[in-house]
Every structure is written in structure tokens, then in C-alpha cells.
T-cell receptor, first 113, second 111 residues
Framework: GENVEQHPSTLSVQEGDSAVIKCTYSDSASNYFPWYKQELGKRPQLIIDIRSNVGEKKDQRIAVTLNKTAKHFSLHITETQPEDSAVYFCAASRSGGYNKLIFGAGTRLAVHP | EADIYQTPRYLVIGTGKKITLECSQTMGHDKMYWYQQDPGMELHLIHY???????EKGDLSSESTVSRIRTEHFPLTLESARPSHTSQYLCASSGDSTEAFFGQGTRLTVV
């Protein structure tokens, strides 16, 4: 079945550094790739998403890149701040009523002051 | 306001009891999900529904059952709770290839 792999499982950076989280997917028909942030004790919330018709999308300090040929996509956070500390999940899905969103295993990001 | 609601938020219950976790969404989404998650850990899919009267089990084996009689409602039932069921249960909903919205979660403790 469809699978999404996410690396690394934990990431520790100094405040101000950049952080990169990578995901690969198995279903070449996947066309929607969201990223979620889950702060401690809270529910996951969407921070950015990208569709298969674009290669990159930016929103202030966060960006996502997509390589359809290699079937991988990445989250980039620049100028990290302590409030970026959280668990980040990538996901992938394809169109069609039956198809579901598949999540990666998550990356715990710690930003140290 | 369009949202997804879970009740109860917290539940402490004795072994062997039957429980139902409620999940309702007002966004008209066809797809709904139940995940089991220990704090800060992976989201384990235990049940999925892509429409009324359509449900399937997820990747993580679970002794719970679900029903989808109405689009907006996706309750999860445990016939006989055990300490191993202690966890957080998150409900989510989405459209076709669109953002998934998560409920606040139910923290279940079985004693």
C-alpha cells in the first residue's frame, strides 16, 4: 500500500539556524502534500501544503519543495525560533473518493536558544 | 463556526467498561479518520471512512469499532476497555485532496 517515510525522527538546532525535514512517498499518483505542526498537548495543524503542479511554495520563514520524479518533498524552516519547537508531520494523498491522507512518522524539532 | 469536535476531552474508566468516543464535524467532509497517538509520537491510523456506510480498519490493529451513519458523525466504540487502550485518540476530517482538520482529542485512561 501507499507509504510515506519521514526523516529525521529527531532534529536539534540552534536558534537562528535552518531546519530541513524530508519525506518520500511511494504512490506516484499522489498530488497533495501537506505539512502539519503539533505543539505539546495540542492537535496537529496545517502550516503549509503543496500540490503536484508546483515545485516550491513559501510562506514567510517556511517553504516546501517537491520533486515528483524522485517522489520526495521537504520542509525548510529558516531563522528558527524556540516557538518552532514541535513535532512536524508530512502527508500525501491522491484524488479520488476512496483515497486517504497518509502521514509520515513525524519529526521532533527542538530549537535551542 | 465550521469545526470538528470531540467529546469527552478526558475520560478515566475502569477495565471492562464499554465506552464511546464522539466525533462530529460541520464542514461537510466525506472523509473521516481516527488516530491513536501517544504524546509526541506517531499518528497511528486505526479507522477510516470515505463516506456514509463506508468504513475500513487502519494500519494499527485496534479492538475498537466505528460507524458512519451520518456524514457529520463518526463515533468510536470500545466494547470492553483495557489498560492497554490508554492513549490519546484524535479524530480528523478532510475533503478530497484537501487539508485535514483535527479535533482536540480524547485522552483515555483505563484503570
Amino acid at each position: 500500500g501507499e507509504n510515506v517515510e519521514q526523516h529525521p525522527s529527531t532534529l536539534s538546532v540552534q536558534e537562528g539556524d535552518s531546519a530541513v525535514i524530508k519525506c518520500t512517498y511511494s504512490d506516484s499518483a499522489s498530488n497533495y502534500f501537506p505539512w502539519y505542526k503539533q505543539e505539546l498537548g495540542k492537535r496537529p495543524q496545517l502550516i503549509i501544503d503543496i500540490r503536484s503542479n508546483v515545485g516550491e511554495k513559501k510562506d514567510q520563514r517556511i517553504a516546501v519543495t517537491l520533486n515528483k520524479t524522485a517522489k520526495h518533498f521537504s520542509l525548510h524552516i529558516t531563522e528558527t525560533q524556540p516557538e518552532d519547537s514541535a513535532v512536524y508531520f508530512c502527508a500525501a494523498s491522491r484524488s479520488g473518493g476512496y483515497n486517504k491522507l497518509i502521514f509520515g512518522a513525524g519529526t521532533r524539532l527542538a530549537v535551542h536558544p | 463556526e465550521a469545526d470538528i469536535y470531540q467529546t469527552p476531552r478526558y475520560l478515566v474508566i475502569g477495565t471492562g467498561k464499554k465506552i464511546t468516543l464522539e466525533c462530529s464535524q460541520t464542514m461537510g467532509h466525506d472523509k473521516m479518520y481516527w488516530y491513536q497517538q501517544d504524546p509526541g509520537m506517531e499518528l497511528h491510523l486505526i479507522h477510516y471512512s470515505y463516506g456514509v456506510n463506508s468504513t475500513e480498519k487502519g494500519d494499527l490493529s485496534s479492538e475498537s469499532t466505528v460507524s458512519r451513519i451520518r456524514t457529520e458523525h463518526f463515533p468510536l466504540t470500545l466494547e470492553s476497555a483495557r489498560p492497554s487502550h490508554t492513549s490519546q485518540y484524535l479524530c480528523a476530517s478532510s475533503g478530497d485532496s484537501t487539508e485535514a482538520f483535527f479535533g482536540q482529542g480524547t485522552r483515555l485512561t483505563v484503570v
